[in-house]
T-cell receptor, first 114, second 114 residues
Framework: GNSVTQMEGPVTLSEEAFLTINCTYT??????LFWYVQYPGEGLQLLLK?????DKGSNKGFEATYRKETTSFHLEKGSVQVSDSAVYFC?????????????FGIGTKLQVIP | DTEVTQTPKHLVMGMTNKKSLKCEQH?????MYWYKQKAKKPPELMFV???????INESVPSRFSPECPNSSLLNLHLHALQPEDSALYLC?????????????FGSGTRLTVV
């Protein structure tokens, strides 16, 4: 079956540091890949997505590239802010006959300190 | 309208109470989902509706009863819950096809069973 592996946190960075959160996946076929972000006390928000190999998703300074050869979708940001503190979930989706089946990673908590 | 709206945001209920959670979307999505999320864990799938019909029940106890009265609404009826059912309950919606658009989540209902 499908699975997503992401680094366990927490990840603690100083403001303006470079961020990388690793994510690898196992899937049959051609899944779409996502990063979701969850701020404290809130639901999940779609941060970025990529639907095919070599696609780069980007949003709010975050980027991730769909690498089929390494089955990876690492999240990066060049300069983090305190407001980026949240939990980040890597996920993949595959079509399953009338709905999208989404598999989530365990989530990585990011804490950015001033 | 690109939102999924969940009500109430917070709910405290006794073990003998009956309550309902409500989810509404107007994005034209025909797949809707209920997820349960415990602290520091990824969301766990409970139910999937596709074209207003129940497609997936992930072996959820019968004290949780979903209902999809129309293509915009999804309810979760709660009865005789246990304290371990306390969690964040998330609703999501998506397209039904293989477009890979991912989910749109609501902000969730924080449920406490006392």
């Amino acid at each position: 079956g499908n699975s997503v592996t992401q680094m366990e946190g927490p990840v603690t960075l100083s403001e303006e540091a470079f961020l990388t959160i690793n994510c690898t996946y196992t899937a049959t076929g051609y899944p779409s890949l996502f990063w979701y972000v969850q701020y404290p006390g809130e639901g999940l928000q779609l941060l970025l997505k990529a639907t095919k190999a070599d696609d780069k998703g980007s949003n709010k300074g975050f980027e991730a590239t769909y690498r089929k050869e390494t089955t990876s979708f690492h999240l990066e940001k060049g300069s983090v802010q305190v407001s980026d503190s949240a939990v980040y979930f890597c996920a993949l989706s595959s079509y399953s006959g009338g709905y999208q089946k989404v598999t989530f990673g365990i989530g990585t908590k990011l804490q950015v300190i001033p | 309208d690109t939102e999924v709206t969940q009500t109430p945001k917070h709910l405290v209920m006794g073990m003998t109470n009956k309550k309902s959670l409500k989810c509404e979307q107007h994005m034209g999505h025909r797949a809707m989902y209920w997820y349960k999320q415990k602290a520091k864990k990824p969301p766990e799938l409970m139910f999937v509706y596709s074209y207003e019909k129940l497609s997936i029940n992930e072996s959820v106890p019968s004290r949780f009863s979903p209902e999809c009265p129309n293509s915009s609404l999804l309810n979760l009826h709660l009865h005789a819950l246990q304290p371990e059912d306390s969690a964040l309950y998330l609703c999501a919606s998506s397209q039904v096809g293989g477009q890979g658009g991912g989910y749109t989540f609501g902000s969730g209902t924080r449920l406490t069973v006392v």
